[in-house]
């Protein structure tokens, strides 16, 4: 018998003589980031969300709805990150009302030291739709007869997430494609074609927020109870 076995046999023996028992208790504990960004989060302790896109409003989509609705769940999804503090867009933008946040203005150096010195940030989760096509498919019946349409999505995102007191950067972006049938008009009251844009950009951005902030995960230990 080694000698950590001999050890561990002798302790269980001494707890079992003072009449002392395990309980197993079930909690929920942060998850580490990837290690691939790990370099990008030292000493962040405050981080800020902005969503853009220089894409002209469109009668069938609401783009800056959609935007909005986007930097809300972003903002949410960071939330699982371990003691840090999560700025959203709406206080950003309030904040620094005189500044326009596009892909170029973001690294500027008068744009980053606003975001520290008024913000607090140490870095900032920067979201830019590139490119957007939307192009409606032919009728086709569907096996019960009922004729349906299609709507077909691309877009180009790119996600930023940039270190503002070491200015590192790491960016992750490319095309996505999304079709889903439309059975309802794509005009007036309808907002079918905004789920379908959310539902494509959820995607890419998904995968970041897993590897950035991933859920906590169900850990199990063992407390010992005092049997007196």
């Not at 302790?11 to 003072?18: E, F, M, N, V």
């Not at 959310?198 to 590897?211: K, N, V």
Request: aromatic share 6%; charged share 20%.
């Amino acid at each position: 018998m080694s000698l950590l076995l001999l050890l561990l046999f002798i302790a269980l023996a001494g707890c079992s003589g003072r009449g002392s028992s395990f309980e197993e208790v079930e909690f929920r504990a942060p998850s580490q980031p990837d290690p691939a960004l790990a370099p990008f989060l030292e000493e962040v302790d405050h981080i800020g969300v902005i969503c853009v896109t220089n894409i002209e409003p469109l009668r069938e989509l609401d783009i800056e709805k959609v935007m909005a609705r986007l930097s809300n769940a972003v903002a949410r999804g960071l939330g699982n990150m371990r003691e840090t503090t999560v700025v959203p867009q709406d206080e950003i933008i309030w904040q620094l009302k005189d500044i326009h946040f596009d892909s170029t203005s973001v690294y500027e150096d008068t744009v980053r030291t606003a975001l520290i010195d008024k913000l607090g940030l140490d870095a900032l989760v920067f979201v830019e739709l590139k490119h957007l096509r939307a192009r409606m498919m032919p009728l086709s019946s569907t096996p019960y007869g009922t004729p349906s349409s299609g709507m077909d999505l691309t877009i180009d995102l790119k996600v930023s997430l940039i270190n503002l007191n070491s200015s590192q950067v790491w960016q992750q972006g490319g095309k996505q494609r999304n079709y889903q049938p439309v059975q309802l008009q794509l005009l007036g009251g309808n907002n079918q074609s905004e789920r379908q844009l959310l539902l494509a950009l959820a995607r890419p951005l998904q995968r970041f927020l897993y590897r950035i902030a991933p859920p906590p995960k169900p850990q199990t230990r063992y407390f010992e109870l005092d049997g007196d």
